[in-house]
């Protein structure tokens, strides 16, 4: 037997679920022209709605203004004692209102019509007063809230919220709006570190960084990697070309070949071909490269624009996957 709990929780979806493909279905001409005046609007987009409605119009605001499209949210009632004042930069006026009869934003349409204002309205009542006077309608109707008693505001501000996500969705596209972008809106974010931070930005060098040169002996290549922490050593030449890496791994299996490591030189030993990253890279990338190979550490490298040419590699430094933790990539 399903649990009512259960059984009430699909039901309510069920309803949303239908409010939101009512009003995919019935998507018209109106959107397209509201998508064509909000990307040609000079200033920033003005949300509006009361109650529940205004908390949808916050999460709208919100989103447009971080995918490519200026907004901020004003409230009705503040509107009408002095914030009328922060519409006079925009063009554009989203307001929000499931009945389409909310009395603060309709106390407000004498003023918007006297503006050069464009009004765009969503509300689920195509005949209302706000729906009637607006340049452009946007139709959030729903044939029921998901609420039993059929009261509270519950397919009717998803459906609104849906269909303007539609709408800041296509606006990102036809802005071009990149991840590089969103990341520049979202720099505190998980999603904007992994997107802004750079190889060059958390990789070791200097002191922090094994190197050794190609005449060394493996016992003072392991001083170097013991001393420095990353379970490895670069191998360089003259002027820090590189010319591989000494892992521990590597140390594992050359023991079970030669026991006895006296006189061994790294340059007989080491790994001429080690995972790397150029310095400009995103540092998202170089976690993918290290997760590919299931390898803890990632050599940089500069940037070689000729990769025909036989100039060796300079070393530029190097990655621990603790780094990448640390940096909050992982």
Do not use: W
């Not at 040609?40 to 490519?68: D, E, N, Q, W, Y």
């Not at 501000?157 to 520049?184: I, K, N």
């Not at 570190?193 to 960084?209: F, K």
């Not at 400009?280 to 624009?305: D, G, P, W």
Request: aromatic content about 2%; some cysteine.
């Amino acid at each position: 037997m399903t649990n009512p709990y259960l059984l009430s929780a699909r039901q309510a979806l069920d309803i949303e679920i239908a409010g939101i493909a009512y009003v995919r279905d019935h998507l018209d001409d109106d959107f397209i022209r509201a998508v064509d005046v909000i990307l040609a609007t000079r200033g920033p987009v003005v949300v509006m709605g009361m109650g529940k409605s205004g908390h949808i119009g916050k999460k709208i605001a919100a989103t447009l203004a971080s995918t490519g499209t200026p907004a901020f949210f004003v409230h009705p009632g503040e509107a009408a004692h002095g914030d009328l004042g922060m519409l006079a930069t925009s063009n554009v006026v989203i307001a929000l209102s499931n009945s389409g009869e909310s009395q603060e934003i309709i106390a407000l349409l004498p003023h918007l019509k006297r503006s050069a204002t464009t009004l765009i309205s969503v509300t689920g009542n195509p005949a209302s007063t706000l729906a009637r006077d607006a340049e452009i309608h946007l139709n959030a109707h729903v044939e029921k809230e998901a609420c039993p008693l059929n009261l509270a505001p519950t397919a009717s501000t998803t459906a609104a919220l849906a269909l303007s996500d539609a709408l800041a969705v296509v606006l990102l596209e036809q802005r071009g709006f990149s991840s590089d972008d969103f990341a520049r809106s979202h720099p505190g974010g998980n999603l904007g570190r992994r997107l802004l931070t750079r190889v060059d930005d958390i990789m070791r060098t200097d002191a922090q960084l094994p190197r050794v040169f190609a005449d060394t002996l493996v016992i003072e290549a392991l001083l170097e990697m013991t001393s420095k922490g990353m379970a490895m050593t670069t191998v360089v030449g003259s002027d820090d070309a590189l010319l591989g890496v000494f892992t521990d791994g590597d140390l594992r299996r050359l023991l079970e070949q030669q026991p006895n490591l006296s006189g061994v030189v790294i340059r007989s030993v080491l790994n001429s071909k080690p995972l790397t990253i150029e310095s400009n890279k995103l540092a998202s990338e170089a976690l993918a490269k290290m997760e590919a190979r299931r390898v803890n550490q990632i050599v940089v490298v500069s940037s070689n624009t000729n990769h025909s040419s036989n100039t060796p590699t300079k070393l530029l430094g190097a990655i621990h996957i603790h780094d990448l933790t640390r940096a909050k990539i992982i």
